[in-house]
């Protein structure tokens, strides 16, 4: 493992991709996005995606610099075509859109497609909170290839389809649920394997519906299970949901279609607090339900309880203060890209 600075780790990331053909300031915000989640925790969506993000602008699946169109607008809703732009560049613009429209119409509702991956959900529904409004958003990944299979099933026929759903507080730190409605992330998948690690029981089925441990039977036709594991029809039954917003209602549809490129859809939903409520109070009777819920007893082999968003946030303190571990194939993977590059690693 190599250990770096947020700040050292972002400069890195915002160079290759500048390099690679990124305006500056479509770099700057990726690059922060993928730092972003290496500070809270999820490296399944950190930089680790560097590599694959440059081979997809080299392929043409991703488009530095694609014009974002909006289409259909109404005072409430639009479509936002990415133009295979970065997902990050396009989702977070599509955010600010319907944020503005909530803010004036109390509610709006966008849907996102033809965009590169977005990262991981959380930050584009806190953006939304910090404008006094509750936000929900669900993301797809399209015809590309399915990686979860229904409950009762053994060959994949949905994507890892996560949600975020973030409310405004009274509290120092975001109040947000952010997840797969799959048993883990995918990406959590490639961390196992580059850091050769086995895998908890009840995340992956191997391509005879077995479960293994094993993250390479994924890459052996293996799939993922919902939600739930085992008891996973909730989690399908919120996946299936996920996908009909994100794939069917975008108009990217369901499937797999093998010519196809990454393309995540989405489904972003905001509505102003101050339409139901005053919003200081609001916030008041969320900051006292969280204090209420935390004074529950810790059960065996828990120290205390903490609310939807507090682990993230007390991961980025602790990595901001003691840096960002990075495993050693992933380092190498960027220090090639450096090298190829001409960029300094210091």
Not at 56 to 79: D, L, N, Y
Not at 298 to 310: D, Q, T, V, Y
């Amino acid at each position: 493992m190599r250990v770096f600075t947020a700040e050292h780790l972002e400069s890195l990331t915002r160079g290759i991709l500048a390099a690679a053909g990124a305006p500056d300031a479509e770099a700057r915000v990726v690059a922060e996005g993928l730092v972003s989640a290496n500070l809270t925790g999820h490296d399944s969506h950190g930089v680790i995606q560097l590599p694959v993000y440059v081979d997809r602008i080299r392929k043409g699946h991703i488009v530095p610099g694609a014009p974002i169109a909006i289409e259909g607008e109404t005072p409430t809703t639009a479509r936002v075509n990415g133009n295979w732009g970065f997902g990050f560049v396009v989702t977070r613009r599509a955010a600010e859109l319907a944020i503005r429209k909530a803010k004036e119409q109390n509610i709006a509702a966008v849907t996102i497609y033809q965009q590169g991956h977005i990262g991981r959900l959380a930050p584009y529904p806190i953006m939304a909170t910090r404008e006094g409004l509750a936000a929900i958003l669900f993301t797809d990944s399209g015809r590309g290839p399915k990686s979860v299979v229904p409950f009762g099933g053994r060959e994949a026929r949905l994507g890892t389809n996560p949600v975020c759903i973030a409310v405004p507080s009274d509290e120092p730190t975001p109040v947000f649920i952010d997840m797969a409605t799959c048993a883990v992330a995918g990406n959590k998948l490639l961390v196992a394997q580059t850091r050769r690690q086995q895998i908890p029981p009840g995340w992956l089925i191997d391509r005879e519906g077995n479960p293994t441990t094993d993250p390479f039977a994924y890459s052996g036709g293996g799939a993922l299970l919902p939600l739930g594991g085992g008891q996973g029809h909730k989690g399908y039954g919120l996946s299936f949901m996920g996908e009909v917003f994100s794939g069917i209602l975008t108009t990217l549809g369901f499937g797999h279609d093998p010519r196809g490129r990454h393309n995540d859809g989405s489904f972003y939903v905001c509505w102003r607090i101050e339409a139901f409520m005053p919003l200081a109070e609001f916030k008041r009777e969320v900051s006292d339900f969280i204090r209420y819920v935390k004074t529950a007893p810790p059960a065996a082999g828990f120290r205390e309880i903490l609310h939807p968003g507090e682990l993230e946030h007390r991961t980025e303190q602790q990595r901001r203060r003691d840096g960002i571990a990075v495993e050693e194939e992933t380092w190498k993977a960027i220090e090639a890209l450096l090298g190829e590059y001409g960029l300094p690693v210091g």
